[in-house]
């Protein structure tokens, strides 16, 4: 592990503001030395057979299931999710770690016919060198199995550079995957800023391929620096979700749903519903037990078993997501709740509801990663899909309706990576890939088959036994007769 660094910073307790360790603020230097020494250990890493591979990441799975306890309630301190969900991001490594260990023994190409008497062909997947991991700070322990592990089995070594917010749970999980036996350099770890360590890492040149989840904004920066050396860049972006409620919905459920979506990790998921496109013959009834729902919802310290709502990850977050409530407020909007931070220590933001939003409102198109929500009032189904597309992002989306063929034109029509059907914009499962379309991404997926494609390169295997030259589309070819 590289901890070279002078300088340092703090990871910080989001509900208390107090100081949980000291962290190494690694520089260009410490990257670089990071990347040689991954460098050095992919030689040895990629020849490793694949099963042996996943047999480290079940070890790292079963270790991921013991120390639950602990690791949740460490992120209940360093990132602030509350006990449940702090153990539900903590399980989604542990199956992710278990799903791509099983890879170990699959990574499928294709055998496929030659054209050609006595030649054989087939496409394996070749590890790509070292990945450049750079993470965000909501889902410490999940984030970085989506993208360490499935890079791993497939033979590519590391260079993590965890968000600056919670790099003791990243220490913690690279702690982890060696005490599971990962072999020494495979994976190195940088700590501290985006424009520092995580800015070197993306320009490297011995770094192919940058795996990066983040807001869109720095999602541009690293597509752009990345671009001198042409490297393979995967971006998981930013959402601005959507749950539409029809005229025939379930009311209760969609709030139920609603309330999960919205306020749940206090509204710091990529997949939170910022946005809810209401039909006009529930709205007045969903306005009103979304609010009493909303007001209902236990705040509190993360760690207390009853609380629901926890603080956000910062000051500046709790700035930022006030700074749109005033936007709101000056745009027309009506405030149903919320609205303002709760007194006292840490970074705490009520839950907040807003109605009558128009879907052009910067409320409804910008993403504002709090405990802010939209309500859009619509008279069909065709403005309710309208206004769910009219953003530039395409994370997920959501519909509750009984109506079958609604359900199925809004699987057709709504313009986003992940759609859920009678259940809010979260809860994926790491069996099936993960992302988004327009400007959430670049087109890659996260997990499922899907992010092996991020970190491997196919190569096409042509064996030729017939022991003579055969030439491809010319000797297997009738040739046109000619005239003369
Ligand atoms: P962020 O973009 O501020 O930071 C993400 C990471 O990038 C951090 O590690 C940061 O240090 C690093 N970074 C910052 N500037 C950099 C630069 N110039 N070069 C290289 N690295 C740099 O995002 P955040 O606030 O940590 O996370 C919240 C964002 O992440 C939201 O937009 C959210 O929607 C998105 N997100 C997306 C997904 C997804 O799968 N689509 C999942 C979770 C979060």
């Known amino acids: 592990m590289v901890r070279m660094a002078a300088a340092t910073f703090e990871s910080l307790n989001p509900s208390t503001g107090e100081v949980i360790e000291t962290f190494p603020r690694s520089t260009a230097a410490d990257v670089d030395r990071a990347v040689a020494i ?223 979506s919205a306020f749940g990790t206090a509204g710091q998921r990529c997949t939170a519903a910022s946005r809810v496109i209401v039909h006009r013959a529930v709205y007045e009834e969903l306005q009103r037990k979304l609010v009493a729902g909303a007001e209902k919802m236990r705040i509190g310290a993360p760690w207390e078993d009853d609380t629901q709502i926890g603080p956000v990850i910062n000051e500046t977050a709790v700035e930022k997501i006030h700074s749109y409530t005033e936007i709101g407020k000056s745009e027309g909007a009506k405030l149903l709740t919320g609205g303002e931070r709760v007194e006292g220590h840490g970074f705490y933001y009520r839950p907040t509801v807003f109605a009558d939003v128009d879907a052009q409102m910067r409320i409804a198109q910008e993403e504002i990663f709090g405990p802010t929500t939209a309500l859009i009032p619509v008279d069909s189904f065709e403005e309710a899909v309208y206004a769910a597309n009219s953003v530039k992002y395409g994370l997920s989306s959501s519909i509750f309706t009984r109506d079958v063929n609604k359900a199925f034109k809004a699987m057709r029509d709504l313009q986003t990576g992940i759609t859920y059907i009678n259940a809010g914009t979260t809860g994926a499962e790491v069996h099936l890939p993960f992302g988004g379309m327009k400007q959430t991404g670049n087109g890659h997926r996260e997990a499922g088959q899907a992010a092996l494609d991020v970190f491997t390169e196919w190569k096409s295997v042509y064996v030729d036994y017939s022991g003579k030259l055969q030439r491809a589309q010319i000797d297997n070819v009738e040739q046109p007769v000619s005239d003369t």
Request: hydrophobic content about 45%; charged content about 25%; proline content about 6%.
């Open 38 to 260: 991954a460098r050095a250990a992919w030689e040895e890493w990629r020849l490793v057979p694949a099963p042996e591979r996943g047999n480290i990441l079940f070890r790292f799975a079963q270790l991921l299931e013991q120390r639950k306890p602990e690791l949740s309630d460490l992120m209940t301190r360093e990132m602030g999710k509350v006990k449940a969900e702090a153990g539900g991001d903590v399980q989604e490594a542990i199956d992710m770690s278990y799903y791509m260990g099983g890879e170990g023994r699959r990574l499928f190409g294709h055998t496929t016919p030659s054209e050609l008497r006595d030649k054989f062909m087939m496409s394996v997947r070749m590890p790509v060198g070292v990945v450049g991991a750079i993470t965000p700070w909501n889902f410490p322990i999940a984030i970085p199995a989506w993208k360490l592990t499935p890079a791993l089995v497939c033979g590519n070594t590391v260079v993590l550079k965890p968000a600056e917010d919670t790099p003791l749970l990243a220490q913690r999980f690279v702690e982890l995957l060696y005490e599971a036996g990962l072999p020494e350099g495979v994976v190195q770890i940088v700590h501290g800023f985006g424009e520092e360590a995580g800015d070197a890492l993306v320009r490297h040149p011995d770094v192919p391929v940058i795996t990066f989840t983040g807001s869109r904004e720095t999602g541009v920066l690293v597509t752009k620096n990345a671009a001198d050396e042409l490297k393979h860049v995967h971006l998981e972006l930013g959402g601005k979700n959507g749950i539409i409620v029809m005229d025939d919905a379930d009311v209760d459920l969609a709030v139920e749903g609603i309330l999960w």
